[in-house]
Every structure is written in structure tokens, then in C-alpha cells.
């Protein structure tokens, strides 16, 4: 296993956000991490980056423990990309590209679209255009797991579903481990292999991509705090 997580929580100001988490994801697979807003899916993806540091449980990487700040992870292979999208809006994109880990021509190859935009500023792109961005350099670097937070945020559909579709071609291509936090579950779990939903900081319902896309009811019940545990699989 990747990464597994047990027990985990983790918070701001001494008052834990979420409460005894377990979570795991293995090489190649695309996790979903799904709740409703303040359910604690941020702060998830910010303990597991080392933003912020748990105040319980064990996170364990390639079965040793995962420790030290967000750039002492990322020499392990741990990548994030923020909800904010982490581009440098007054560097150039080809700036932005070069900043990261991998060479800027297999970015390029990734999203070619944004070959036209190398000499505009990150700050003047569209939305859509940050995230490919933000994405190209991340996986040009072939992380071994990447955490990424609302990668839909006020995008078009068509923008999101690309997005959706390189990040599954990088689990099934270079057997990236993708932990995704997203509000639009059904899209996002139509490209997962596992989810997870949250609620108020605690697991309330689990199963496989196909799982949960087939059992409408129990996510909307998963959601507002009264379904089953678990779907079974």
C-alpha cells in the first residue's frame, strides 16, 4: 500500500477539524475524497502534505512514517496542488513550468494547449488554463502520489472532464496515486477507482467509484449525516 492512514486528526488552534480518519491508496489508483463544505476534506489534504501536522494517528508512506514540511515531501514523491491552484501569477507560464520538477516539455505534451500561453503571465490565464498549468508541472514530475484540492472550482464542464481525464491517464500510464477532493462527485467518481465521503470530520461513507455512482440515495444520506457506514465492497 502507498499510503495508509489510521486514526488520523488534525485541526487549527488546538480544535481538531477531522477526528480518526483511515484512508488508504495504493499505486495507479484515483481516490476520491467527497463532502459537503467544512467536512474537512481541505484539512485532510493539508495534514497529508505537511502543511499542517496531525495531532494523532499514523500516516504511513511506503510503510514508513510520512513526516517533515510540504518541500520534504515532495523529495519523497508527495505532490499538491492547492484549491488556489499554485501559480506564480506574475511569473510567466513558461516560468511557471520550469519551476517545476519535470522537464517543461513532457508539461507540454501533457496539455499542449498551453504552448500558445508560454509567454503570458499566469496571472492573465483563465481558470481552466491555471489548472492545466498547476497540473502539467505537477505530473511532468511524475509524483508517486498527488494530492489536489477543488480541481473543478469555477470551471465549464468540458474544462473540468479534461482534467478529470489526465489525471486517471497519469494513474494508468505512470501508476501516479491520485487523492482528489472535489464537490462535483459524480464526474470525479466516474474516473475513480475508490471514494470516500466526509461529514463533519469523520468518515461516514466509503466504497468504489462504481459503488457510489450507483447508489444515489446513500450518498445524498452519506452527505447529510444519516446513511450507512459503508457501501459494501
Known amino acids: ?9 488534525a485541526g487549527y488552534s ?32 493539508l495534514a497529508l502534505a505537511g502543511v499542517l501536522v496531525p495531532t494523532s494517528g499514523k500516516v504511513l508512506y511506503r510503510d514508513a512514517p510520512l513526516r517533515g514540511a510540504l518541500h520534504q515531501r515532495a523529495r ?10 499554485s501559480v506564480f501569477s ?12 519535470g522537464p517543461v516539455a513532457d508539461a507540454l505534451a501533457l496539455f499542449p494547449e498551453l504552448e500558445p500561453l508560454l509567454k503570458r503571465r499566469g496571472g492573465l ?20 502520489l498527488l494530492l489536489v484540492d477543488e480541481l473543478s472550482l469555477g470551471l465549464a464542464p468540458l474544462i473540468v472532464t479534461r482534467l478529470l481525464e489526465r489525471l486517471r491517464a497519469a494513474a494508468d500510464e505512470a501508476g501516479t496515486a491520485v487523492l482528489i477532493v472535489e464537490q462535483h462527485a459524480s464526474q470525479v467518481l466516474a474516473v475513480s477507482d475508490r471514494g470516500y465521503v466526509l461529514r ?6 466509503s466504497g468504489t467509484g462504481s459503488e457510489l455512482l450507483d447508489s444515489p440515495e446513500a450518498l445524498q444520506s452519506a452527505y447529510l449525516g444519516a446513511g450507512p457506514d459503508a457501501v459494501s465492497g
Do not use: F, H, W
Not at 506574475?90 to 513550468?97: E, F, P, S, Y
Not at 490565464?125 to 505537477?138: I, T, Y
Not at 463533519?200 to 461513507?205: A, K, M, V, W
Open 200 to 205: 463533519r470530520g469523520r468518515l461516514s461513507l
Open 1 to 9: 500500500m502507498l499510503l495508509k492512514v489510521e486514526g488520523m486528526s
Open 125 to 144: 490565464l483563465s481558470g481552466g488554463e491555471q489548472r492545466m498549468l498547476a497540473l502539467a508541472r505537477s505530473l511532468a514530475g511524475k509524483p508517486d
Open 90 to 101: 506574475r511569473l510567466t507560464t513558461l516560468a511557471n513550468l520550469q519551476l517545476g520538477p
Open 76 to 85: 519523497r514523491g508527495v505532490a499538491y496542488i492547492s484549491e488556489q491552484g
Open 14 to 45: 488546538g480544535v481538531d477539524v477531522i477526528r480518526e480518519l483511515d484512508l488508504t491508496i495504493d499505486k495507479g489508483e484515483v481516490v476520491a475524497l467527497l463532502g459537503p463544505n467544512g467536512a474537512g476534506k481541505t484539512t485532510t489534504l
